[in-house]
């Protein structure tokens, strides 16, 4: 099966060995979380440790040599409007814990979500001028490269959702009791739910089974080498012209 194009749903069946989620963990989240999170299956610990390595020089390389550019959006930003260059949002990291996630901001200052219930759409009003090119390109995810380098967050892996994120209406563990496995590595800028189109607003479940069911995949499979291919289509995808919006 082709992991960047099948939309099937039958990925999330899956067995998980559990441990219980330490306090610290349970306490980090006022949304109702599982009593325990699975642990990885078999010795994944070194592939886990070069996938960190990989993240913090390929985060690290990249600042670097995209730091004229992004100093150049962070002009253009504040030419727009006049508001702030960065917008911060608290979302679901590893283990359910929270964190602060970093974006150019591509909305109107007094119109942004901090909570992440009102879904971006197409022709969205509350999108800048700039931010428009921003999110078309995706260019506004880059200053997540901070939180990669942080920890907070990897290259690639689930997507980070925010804590209040709505499928067809309801809070995503509501709709999904599998939801909080998405979480047992760190959440990516870039994913395999995105590779195969699942992005963008959820309005029917059968999309929110789709998105979780690709986590859940790559958490069971994941690799370096899966990595690799993912931000491959990533890359390609954003010469293409983007799926942003």
Same mark, same amino acid.
């Given at each position: 099966? %082709? ?24 306490? %980090? ?108 390109? %995706? ?7 901070? %939180? ?98």
């Amino acid at each position: 099966m %082709n992991v960047f194009t099948s939309n099937k749903l039958q990925d999330t069946a899956f067995s998980v060995k559990t441990v219980k989620m330490k306090a610290p963990d349970a306490a %980090n989240s006022n949304i109702r979380q599982p009593e325990s999170f699975a642990s990885l299956d078999g010795g994944g610990w070194l592939q886990l440790g070069l996938k960190r390595a990989f993240d913090i020089f390929g985060a690290t390389s990249a600042l670097i040599i995209l730091f004229p550019v992004l100093l150049t959006i962070a002009l253009l930003i504040v030419i727009d409007d006049g508001g702030p260059v960065f917008f911060r949002q608290i979302r679901w990291g590893r283990k359910g814990s929270k964190i602060t996630v970093y974006k150019f901001r591509s909305m109107r200052a007094d119109l942004c979500d901090p909570t992440g219930v009102e879904q971006t759409v197409k022709g969205d009003r509350r999108v800048t001028r700039i931010g428009a090119f921003l999110r078309k390109t %995706n260019i506004d995810e880059l200053p997540q490269l901070l %939180n990669v380098i942080r920890g907070d967050m990897s290259l690639v892996g689930p997507r980070c959702h925010a804590i209040n994120m709505r499928a067809a209406g309801m809070l995503y563990e509501e709709l999904l009791p599998e939801y909080h496995y998405r979480h047992l590595m760190r959440p990516g800028i870039t994913g395999l739910a995105q590779t195969r189109g699942w992005r963008g607003p959820t309005e029917r479940p059968t999309e929110a089974r789709a998105r979780i069911a690709s986590d859940i995949y790559y958490i069971r499979n994941f690799s370096l080498w899966l990595d690799m291919k993912i931000l491959l289509g990533t890359l390609l995808s954003e010469l293409r012209g983007g799926t942003g919006f």
